[in-house]
DNA sequence: TATCATATGTCAACCCTTTGACATGTCATT
DNA sequence: AATGACATGTCAAAGGGTTGACATATGATA
């Protein structure tokens, strides 16, 4: 790889030339620059930005770190912050945690001695105290780990709020919530309250299902649904805290032959575009997602900019009607 | 950000000690190893892998371009790259292309720029030529760009055939085929040949429907699903080169009353996660992912490490058959 | 006692680029 | 003739870490 060096001597001008030509300072006159950068074609010559990083003291790098791509929430997130990140000339190290606390602490590390502008945590399996020692600017999307620490989510309890409403309003007389795991200590899990206040207040027999991890697991959900219907056929509104779960309990029941929306009511969370062309298409809370991902960018670049920024960025939800209420 | 300097003066070393202690290499004390892990645990000190790229001249970065990590196939491909990628203790930089060839080359150069150990090609909007000019290692997904490059792809025509051949098994008389951009040169353009020529061994007839774009445009899929079921009621049999678009065509038949599979059969491509879990399920021809991206990962480190290397491999399809046929 | 493995230090070069300080020279304007 | 904008050059330091050459000192072994 050529150097600046060797675009220097090629063009048979000064090393401090090419990096005026390239940097935009001083003067310069046309008939260099266009020199300069024949050269630079010729030579097929970019600047190693690693050289650049260590002087700047920054790489333009965010982490992102999450569970795991290939569900599609974060899927649709990941690829919001890229686009962002993109258009404020960041790019994005893809750190999937499968919610395993040693390696989520382990791509931690990595961000920071990658020297990362900021990290975005998606994932949450670490105690509040391990996140702290980080200096770098962080956003955390769906978890409050510190009182300075900016974090975006939705606003859950509302989400849970609407969605129980919805069920009770169409004549459920029983409900189900299928959610996360409530013992990791997320943002989301406020939906589940928002459930249960709505279903009390409405006097509504509920009862609420916990998944044991966050990630993606096909089987588990399958299980899950059809020991639900299975030990509670009286059972006739389900909350799922993702489109996807929710996707499997639709499956669920036309497995057995129950009918949604008729017999069985569902609602999901989420709003991904999987919900929309579902068959039935899913009823859901939609979160803003493009607006959590350019949210987590801005956040960053102000942190980093020294710009003000809010805290608490919970963002409105919007029920969605579709099929399957 | 404590230096390796600070934690020298600290612990009451010298520079060298403390690089020797985190290479590992020379001669040293149990009790000064201690002493120096101690500061460095006291300093909160990383060491700038940023620096240590810039001696290497290694940054253990893998560049992973696609058209959007949004689309499941994408998503899941990503997420197979990063484990691999991390079990080889690289990172992966995420490039979402959006098929646009501005984009794709500025990223191009972005990772050429950032010394990336290799890049992974899943996105082919450009001439080849503009690929060759990289000296870095490549791996091309769907496409083949050189003669020494090596690509990864599936054996697409024989999923063209299998697919087609179920369809006609099944009964079907009239076939139509929706595949994605026949101009963009992809190895994926095959299916569409396996499809052809299955059809016309058997003589049954048949049409291609392209799409304009690879990248997941909803609208576009549910507008050209309802143009093929409204001006071709006759057609029996959808093959789709992906399984979102055989959820959409899924889709399509439902609203108009079409019963699938009984009055239409529909097989799609890829066999991502989300054809298992949509109700009907899709029949479907499998790529195998996860193996797509651990070969990846390995020919990029085969390449790095001068070790041989397949220029072709492509890898086994199966054929999936779940409701829809 | 000579030798050697062990343990640590000093020093300098190197990776590539940026940047500031300073020098030199040309040409046009006042 | 003096001034100033323009154009380019030289030189050196800085960013953080690695590495090889070489020096020195200690304690154990032959």
Same mark, same amino acid.
């Given at each position: ?9 090629? @063009? !048979? ?12 300072? +001083?003067?310069?006159?046309? %008939? ?9 074609? %010729? ?13 700047? $003291?920054?790489?333009?790098?965010? +982490? ?57 945590? !998606? ?21 409050? *780990? +510190? ?15 609407? @969605? ?15 959610? +996360?795991?409530?013992?990791?200590? &997320?943002? @989301? ?11 009390? $207040?409405? !006097? ?41 779960? @929710? %996707?499997? %309990?639709?499956?669920?029941?036309? $497995? *057995? ?57 919970? &963002?409105?939800?919007?029920? *969605? ?5």
């Amino acid at each position: 790889m050529a150097t600046i060096h060797d675009v220097a001597q090629q @063009a !048979g001008v000064s090393v401090t030339t090419v990096s005026r030509v390239l940097n935009n300072r +001083g003067y310069i006159s046309e %008939a260099t620059r266009k020199k300069v950068f024949e050269t630079m074609d %010729a030579l097929n010559y970019q600047p190693n930005e690693i050289a650049r990083s260590l002087l700047r $003291k920054q790489s333009n790098i965010i +982490g992102l770190i999450i569970p795991n791509v290939s569900h599609p929430f974060f899927s649709e997130l990941a690829s919001q912050v890229e686009y962002y990140a993109y258009e404020n000339g960041c790019k994005v190290l893809l750190c999937n945690s499968q919610l395993d606390p040693a390696k989520e602490r382990d791509y931690i590390e990595m961000l920071k001695r990658n020297r990362v502008d900021g990290i975005i945590m !998606g994932s949450h399996t670490l105690e509040v105290e391990e996140y702290v020692s980080l200096r770098s600017p962080i956003v955390t999307i769906d978890r409050r *780990i +510190g009182e300075k620490i900016p974090f975006i989510s939705s606003d859950n309890y509302r989400g849970g709020v609407l @969605a129980t409403e919805l069920l009770i309003r169409k004549g459920c007389r029983k409900l189900a919530h299928i959610c +996360g795991n409530l013992e990791l200590d &997320l943002l @989301a899990n406020s939906r589940s309250e928002g459930f249960r206040d709505t279903a009390d $207040k409405h !006097g509504i027999e509920h009862m609420t299902i916990q998944t044991d991890m966050n990630v993606f697991d096909q089987e588990q959900y399958a299980r899950i649904i059809q020991e639900l219907l299975d030990q509670h056929p009286d059972v006739d509104g389900i909350f799922a805290t993702s489109d996807i779960i @929710a %996707a499997f %309990a639709v499956k669920g029941c036309v $497995k *057995i032959g129950r009918r949604v929306p008729d017999e069985m009511r569902i609602i999901g969370y989420d709003d991904v575009s999987a919900a929309a062309w579902l068959t039935p298409a899913i009823t859901t809370v939609q979160q803003p997602i493009a607006e959590i991902g350019r949210l987590a960018v801005e956040l960053i670049r102000r942190q980093l900019d020294g710009e003000p920024y809010e805290v608490d960025n919970t &963002l409105p939800v919007e029920l *969605i009607e579709r099929a399957t209420t």
